[in-house]
């Protein structure tokens, strides 16, 4: 996304999302769900509107503690889609829940969403969207692709020339770590 090099810097939402989180690695469960639903939600939308709303995301979605949004029922579902302060749409509310639960079980199962992805680094953006699809909803391939760079485990948020990019690189993101393995071969 280079472009975002050029368009963010200086803006009120764009600024510090691109300077302080994309690319840059996450570890703490809550904040990967987060980037999770909200990528999610961006998808036919222009990610400025994500940022606008990400504080009541945040609201509706309990600050998105996992446990919590795993146990929504059918009440939480009606309160999110009347909530004029997030995206109200049926499928992204479910597969948010739904997705809650698959991280949840990877506590047992992998010791945890970021264990997950650690354990399946790293693989070709195809084959990452295959295994997402075997576990999530709603994660087609610009869902995939986009939550794995504003996390860190494949490249291309920043551009090598952009001034963030150098910090990316020192916070040692999942895949820089790959290449230099690959390199040192």
């Known amino acids: 996304m280079s472009d975002y090099c050029d368009l963010a810097p200086g803006h009120p939402l764009h600024g510090p999302y691109h300077d302080q989180e ?3 690695p996450i570890v703490d469960e809550s904040d990967l769900f987060e980037r999770l639903v909200l990528e999610i939600n961006q998808a036919g939308l222009s990610w400025l509107t994500v940022l606008k709303k990400r504080e009541a995301f945040r609201a509706a979605f309990d600050n998105f503690d996992v446990d919590r949004v795993a146990a ?3 009440a939480e579902r009606d309160r999110l889609l009347q909530d004029a302060g997030i995206i109200r749409n049926r499928l992204k509310v479910e597969a948010v829940i739904h997705n809650a639960r698959v991280i949840q079980g990877m506590r047992a199962s ?3 969403f970021q ?12 084959d990452w969207v295959k295994l997402f699809k075997r576990h ?6 610009e ?7 504003s996390s860190g485990y494949l490249p291309g948020a920043h551009r090598d020339d952009c ?5 990316v690189l ?3 993101p999942a895949w820089a770590e790959a290449t230099a393995a690959r390199d040192r071969r």
């Not at 869902?143 to 760079?149: D, N, R, S």
């Open 170 to 172: 020192r916070a040692s």
């Open 72 to 74: 929504y029922g059918d």
């Open 115 to 126: 264990a997950w992805l650690d354990a399946h680094h790293p693989l070709a953006h195809a």
């Open 136 to 141: 999530f909803r709603f994660t087609g391939p």
């Open 163 to 167: 001034p963030v990019q150098a910090r």
């Open 143 to 149: 869902i995939v692709k986009e939550f794995l760079m």
């Open 110 to 112: 992998d010791d945890g």
């Open 22 to 24: 994309y690319g840059f």
